[in-house]
C-alpha cells in the first residue's frame, strides 16, 4: 500500500483557483492544469461562497465559526428584536383565537343531541321537492 501524501495549499492559490472557476473557466480543464481534483475545487468554492476568501484557511488549521464570531451591527439586531417581537404578539393573537374556537367546539358538543339511543333516527330526512 503506498501512501499518498497531502499537498498543501496556499490561501492564495485557493482564491485565484475559485476566481477562475467564478470567472467561467470549466472545472475539469482547471483542475487538470493545477493539478488538483476537481471535488477539492468544487468544496473551494462553496467555502469562498460561504464566508470570501477567509473561509479558505490554510491546510491544518481550525475553520472559523464565521456566523457565531461574527457579531451582529446595531441595526441587524434592532431589527432582529423588531422582528422577535412581532411574532411573539402574532403567537399571543393565535393562542387567544385558539382559545376561543376550543371554548366555542366545547359549548357546541355540549348542546348537540345524542345521535345513538331509542327514538332517535339515525339520519336526517329526505328533502323532497
Do not use: N
Not at 475559485?18 to 475539469?28: C, F, H, L, P, T
Request: with cysteine.
Amino acid at each position: 500500500m503506498s501512501e499518498r501524501k497531502r499537498r498543501a495549499y496556499s490561501r492564495e492559490f485557493k482564491v485565484s483557483a475559485v476566481k477562475r472557476m467564478i470567472a467561467g473557466e470549466k472545472a475539469s480543464a482547471l483542475a487538470r492544469e493545477l493539478q488538483v481534483p476537481t471535488g477539492q475545487l468544487y468544496k473551494w468554492c462553496g467555502h469562498f461562497r460561504w464566508g470570501g476568501a477567509e473561509a479558505l484557511r490554510p491546510a491544518c488549521r481550525p475553520r472559523k465559526d464565521f456566523a457565531a464570531s461574527a457579531p451582529l451591527p446595531a441595526q441587524d439586531l434592532a431589527t432582529a428584536r423588531k422582528r422577535v417581537s412581532e411574532l411573539e404578539r402574532k403567537v399571543g393573537q393565535q393562542q387567544v383565537e385558539l382559545d376561543f374556537f376550543r371554548q366555542a367546539l366545547r359549548q357546541v358538543e355540549g348542546t348537540r343531541g345524542p345521535s345513538d339511543g331509542p327514538g332517535v333516527r339515525a339520519s336526517t330526512r329526505l328533502s323532497r321537492r
